[in-house]
């Protein structure tokens, strides 16, 4: 569904500013050399992402995993570049092990959240965004919110959805992505002239980004001219 599909996903930069460098005390029996060491490697690994350097940054995350096993920031961050590489299943096994370790990362949730919205498993992907949502540590808060609508959309739940996006925008009134995505739900429910209204919004915020070419596609469907 036109535009829709890239507000599931953030940029990988932005993951890395909620991860920082907050290692946090690991569990399982490792060493105090090993955890430095994973560490370390974490740290190469954070540095190669900035500089575009996936394929080290991968071996740099393995690395700290395998030294590691029970830190679930390094799992997470695996995972979020698994996603963003487009190795969607391997994302969805990394994030699951992160949120085993760590169950009340709020972070980790919404990123599982959204590789299951990757793939399109959408009860998953609902399930994941709750739970990040009843975090008290979750981050983004206005994200989750978003994404938990537009899956919700995708199994037409509609009023649910409505309810989610309508929040996102209560916490950022400036989030494109929810105002578009709250079109797609009140046209889902014929309620045209409402729907238009959000897409005008969605395009007037930023014409040129995906949701704005996107918002001018569905407002000429509605016979409203773009």
Same mark, same amino acid.
């Given at each position: 569904?036109?535009?829709?599909k890239?507000?599931?996903?953030?940029?990988?930069?932005?993951?890395?500013?909620?991860?920082?460098?907050?290692?946090?005390c690991?569990?399982?029996?490792?060493?105090?050399?090993?955890?430095l060491?994973?560490?370390n490697?974490?740290?190469r690994?954070?540095?190669?992402?900035s500089?575009?350097?996936?394929?080290?940054?991968?071996?740099?995350?393995?690395?700290?995993?395998?030294? *590691?096993? =029970?830190? &679930? #920031?390094? %799992?997470d961050?695996l995972?979020?570049?698994?996603l +963003?590489?487009? $190795?969607?299943?391997?994302?969805?096994?990394?994030?699951?092990?992160a949120?085993?370790l760590?169950?009340?990362?709020?972070?980790?949730?919404?990123h599982l959240?959204?590789?299951?919205?990757?793939?399109?498993r959408?009860?998953g992907a609902?399930?994941?965004?709750?739970k990040?949502?009843?975090?008290p540590?979750?981050?983004?808060?206005d994200?989750?919110?978003? *994404?938990? =609508?537009? &899956? #919700?959309? %995708?199994l037409?739940?509609?009023?649910?959805?409505? +309810?989610?996006? $309508?929040?996102a925008?209560?916490?950022?009134?400036?989030?494109?992505?929810?105002?578009?995505?709250?079109?797609?739900?009140?046209?889902?429910e014929?309620?045209?002239?409402?729907?238009?209204?959000?897409?005008?919004?969605?395009?007037?915020?930023?014409?040129?980004s995906?949701?704005?070419r996107a918002?001018?596609?569905?407002l000429?469907?509605?016979g409203?001219?773009?």
């Amino acid at each position: 569904m036109g535009g829709s599909k890239v507000s599931t996903k953030r940029t990988f930069g932005l993951i890395l500013a909620l991860c920082g460098l907050l290692a946090a005390c690991a569990t399982g029996r490792v060493t105090e050399m090993q955890r430095l060491q994973a560490q370390n490697s974490y740290e190469r690994a954070l540095n190669q992402i900035s500089q575009g350097q996936t394929a080290l940054a991968m071996s740099s995350l393995q690395e700290a995993t395998g030294l *590691n096993p =029970g830190m &679930a #920031l390094y %799992h997470d961050t695996l995972g979020m570049l698994l996603l +963003d590489l487009g $190795r969607i299943d391997q994302a969805v096994a990394e994030l699951k092990k992160a949120v085993d370790l760590d169950p009340h990362r709020g972070d980790t949730y919404f990123h599982l959240g959204t590789a299951l919205a990757e793939a399109r498993r959408w009860d998953g992907a609902v399930a994941a965004y709750r739970k990040a949502i009843a975090q008290p540590s979750l981050t983004v808060t206005d994200y989750a919110h978003q *994404n938990l =609508g537009l &899956a #919700l959309f %995708h199994l037409g739940r509609f009023r649910e959805a409505e +309810d989610a996006l $309508r929040f996102a925008l209560s916490v950022d009134p400036d989030l494109q992505a929810a105002y578009y995505n709250l079109g797609l739900v009140l046209t889902a429910e014929k309620r045209q002239d409402e729907a238009k209204a959000f897409f005008r919004r969605a395009r007037q915020i930023a014409p040129e980004s995906p949701f704005g070419r996107a918002a001018v596609e569905r407002l000429k469907a509605l016979g409203d001219g773009g």
